[in-house]
């Protein structure tokens, strides 16, 4: 069992910048596999971006590739997003997921909801213009 504590979200200008956090608490080998997802209101939760954390691949939304970075830190248990640039349509409840393995490949699977067992409760993030 883990539990995933997200931080950083707020309220942001169009083309601000925003780090988020996720802090594990609990069986750590339960985030081998570790992604961010995010979810506006009317819409399905998506993937943001996804990490396998023993080997730090990173994948990506092409919504947000090359504005948004995920990254760890291994030694405090904790996943980061951070988000630059940032768009109205970026406004959302962002999630952190976890889960100690992947179903098939995880450059495949990494965005779907059924890799991952785990989530925290999330936080908001809102851009206005």
């Known amino acids: 069992q883990v539990q995933l504590v997200e931080s950083g979200g707020g309220s942001v200008q169009a083309g601000g910048s925003l780090r988020l956090s996720c802090a594990a608490f609990g069986d750590i080998y339960s985030t081998n596999y570790m992604a961010w997802f995010r979810q506006a209101p009317g819409k399905e939760r998506e993937g943001v971006a996804g990490?396998?954390?023993?080997?730090?691949?990173?994948h990506y939304a092409d919504s947000v590739k090359g504005r948004f970075t995920i990254s760890q830190d291994n030694a405090k248990n904790t996943l980061y997003l951070q988000m630059n640039s940032l768009k109205l349509e970026d406004t959302a409840m962002y999630y952190c997921?976890?889960?100690?393995?992947?179903?098939?490949?995880?450059?495949?699977?990494?965005?779907?909801?059924?890799?991952?067992?785990?989530w925290g409760q999330g936080t908001q993030v809102t851009v206005s213009s």
């Open positions: 990490i396998y954390t023993g080997g730090a691949n990173a």
């Open positions: 997921a976890a889960n100690p393995i992947t179903t098939g490949p995880f450059y495949s699977s990494w965005s779907h909801n059924w890799q991952y067992n785990y």
